[in-house]
Nanobody, 128 residues
């Protein structure tokens, strides 16, 4: 069983930056691919990005590519999402998710149905 807890959400002005953290309670954290998703009310959950192992090149969704950065610290059992150049349309709830790594291509991890564990989410609001 893996428990995930996001933190770091809040209110920021457009063009600003915000960093989210996702702390995990999991044995063998290094064997889990860690993804970030977001979901606005009434909309489908959107893939933000994923990092499979420490040192992996993260894979990002098109809407955040070049602005967001994912990293992980296995010693701290935490994954991070650094968000820069924020836009009002980035306003939503952000979730981290975990699943055991597979040999599948990295694009496989953009599908929310592939994840087994989810955090409760943290709200990010970007004002214009």
């Amino acid at each position: 069983q893996v428990q995930l807890e996001e933190s770091g959400g809040g209110l920021v002005q457009a063009g600003g930056s915000l960093g989210l953290s996702c702390a995990a309670s999991a044995r063998s954290f290094g064997s889990y691919a860690m993804g970030w998703f977001r979901q606005a009310p009434g909309k489908e959950r959107e893939f933000v990005g994923v990092i499979r192992w420490s040192g992996d090149v993260p894979y990002y969704g098109d809407s955040v590519k070049g602005r967001f950065t994912i990293s992980r610290d296995n010693a701290k059992i935490t994954v991070y999402l650094q968000m820069n150049s924020l836009k009002p349309e980035d306003t939503t709830v952000y979730y981290c998710a975990a699943r055991t790594m597979t040999q599948a291509p990295v694009s496989y991890y953009s599908n929310e149905r592939m994840y087994d564990y989810w955090g409760q989410g943290t709200q990010v609001t970007v004002s214009s």
